[in-house]
């Protein structure tokens, strides 16, 4: 019974990973991760635990090509299953992709069942690996009840583009945000929040891109989800300026909270739903974009975890039977 299948997810806590699982059980764990399976990168522990399904998403990139080689032979010899979700062919921490993709590769190769996102991901990987992959949606992130509760209480008033910077990962584009800027002016102007442990030098680049902008910086601590949804959910738009990239949670928790989202032509975030900015016309883009917000559809949401759930649970399935 796959009631009673152990899967290992890594990372084995992460919104995404608990919105695959059961959604008639909102608060439910993802399936295994209470058979006491540990760290996925310990087959010997993954084996004692009964663990007969590891389902890889992210989080690899720190690994050496010798041992994830070593990885995935120890999980062969163990007899125990691989699922791989792509969620990003471009790894959005790394400049140089190089390494990333060549363990990416090989994660593809040997895999008993690959998944992605979006159809343009898949696409691409299909060009780049000659892999077969299944297409499932991106769940929703902010939590169904909250979503329900914002629905019935809304923001008494939308205003202003909200770009979430944090960290300031590599893969943020100051030129586009100093566009986004201008750009966002009749919109309620640009507002920007970067994380104070950013690196420093990233974050001066950052305050001399929006020099002579109108734009807010917004430099604090990690938000709370709460926080989260109160910035999303209070703007007329989320932008999201990237170079690289291929999918977004952030774009699916604007959704949920009924914010249209303006994002890059590349990538599956057109797939997911985001309007694709023209650089050459930056304004002409954020109009556009908050235009029509996305409509909350809480039923919808459930439905498709529903969907979801179902769907993991008969590849779990099948590959246990096999």
């Known amino acids: 019974m796959v009631a009673s299948l152990c899967v290992a997810h890594q990372p084995a806590e992460h919104p995404y990973v608990r919105h695959i699982s059961d959604a008639d059980h909102v608060g439910s764990p993802a399936p295994g991760s209470g058979c006491g399976a540990g760290s996925v990168w310990d087959v010997d522990q993954l084996r004692v635990a009964g663990v007969r399904v590891v389902h890889l998403h992210f989080g690899y990139e720190q690994l050496s090509i010798d041992a994830l080689d070593a990885w995935l032979e120890q999980l062969a010899a163990a007899a125990i299953h691989l699922v791989h979700t792509v969620h990003d062919l471009h790894n959005p921490h790394l400049i140089d992709q190089r390494h990333y993709r060549r363990l990416q590769a090989r994660i593809v190769a040997v895999a008993d069942h690959v998944l992605t996102l979006t159809p343009s991901a898949a696409q691409e990987i299909r060009s780049t690996f000659g892999c077969h992959c299944e297409v499932v949606a991106h769940p929703h992130v902010v939590p169904l009840e909250e979503m329900d509760r914002r629905r019935r209480d809304p923001p008494s008033r939308r205003d202003g583009v909200y770009v979430h910077a944090g960290t300031l990962r590599p893969n ?92 890059p032509r590349f990538g599956g975030y057109a797939d997911q739903g985001a309007m694709t900015m023209d650089t050459t016309d930056m304004a002409g883009s954020v109009r556009a974009a908050a235009v029509e917000p996305p409509r909350v559809d809480v039923c919808a949401r459930r439905a498709q975890r529903c969907q979801l759930a179902t769907a993991h649970r008969r590849i779990y399935a099948q590959l246990a039977s096999t």
Do not use: C
């Open 172 to 263: 943020f584009d100051l030129e586009v945000l100093a566009e986004l800027a201008d750009g966002a002016s009749e919109q309620g102007g640009l507002r920007v929040h970067v994380r104070d442990t950013a690196p420093r030098l990233r974050r001066q680049a950052l305050e001399r891109a929006l020099a002579g902008t109108s734009a807010t910086l917004d430099l604090g601590d990690r938000l709370s989800d709460s926080e989260m949804w109160d910035r999303l959910g209070s703007a007329r738009l989320l932008a999201l300026p990237y170079r690289w990239g291929t999918h977004s949670g952030l774009l699916e928790a604007a959704h949920d909270l009924g914010t249209p989202v303006l994002a």
